[in-house]
C-alpha cells in the first residue's frame, strides 16, 4: 500500500488552491468557484460510473483518483474538512446501513 493517503491529497489541494500558480489545476478550479469545480466533480463521478461498469479495471482506478481529487476541492472551497466527513463516516459504523438511512429519513 502506498505510503500517502487522503489527508496527504488535502493537504496538498490548500497549498495549491492558494499558490497562485497559474499552472495549478487546483488553483485554477479555486479561482473558478465552487459552481464550476462542482460541476467538474460531477463529471468526474459519471466517468468513474462508466468505468465501474466497464471491463477496464485501470479506468476505474484513474476515474476514482479523479473523482477523490476533484472532491477534495470541492470540501476546501466549501470549507469542509476531510475529518469532518471521516467522523460522519465513523459515526455511521455502529449501525447497519438501512438502520442510518432509516435514521436520516425520519429528521
Do not use: C
Not at 489541494?13 to 479561482?31: C, I, M, N
Amino acid at each position: 500500500m502506498p505510503d500517502f493517503s487522503l489527508n496527504d491529497l488535502e493537504r496538498i489541494v490548500a497549498a495549491r488552491a492558494t499558490s497562485g500558480d497559474e499552472q495549478s489545476w487546483t488553483a485554477k478550479l479555486v479561482a473558478n468557484g465552487i459552481a464550476k469545480a462542482s460541476k467538474k466533480l460531477g463529471e468526474e463521478a459519471v466517468e468513474t460510473v462508466i468505468a465501474a461498469i466497464g471491463p477496464d479495471r485501470d479506468a476505474l482506478v484513474e476515474e476514482t483518483a479523479d473523482l477523490l481529487y476533484h472532491l477534495l476541492v470541492v470540501l476546501h472551497i466549501r470549507g469542509v474538512a476531510l475529518d469532518d466527513v471521516m467522523t460522519e463516516l465513523q459515526k455511521r459504523t455502529g449501525q447497519t446501513g438501512l438502520q442510518e438511512k432509516a435514521a436520516r429519513a425520519r429528521e
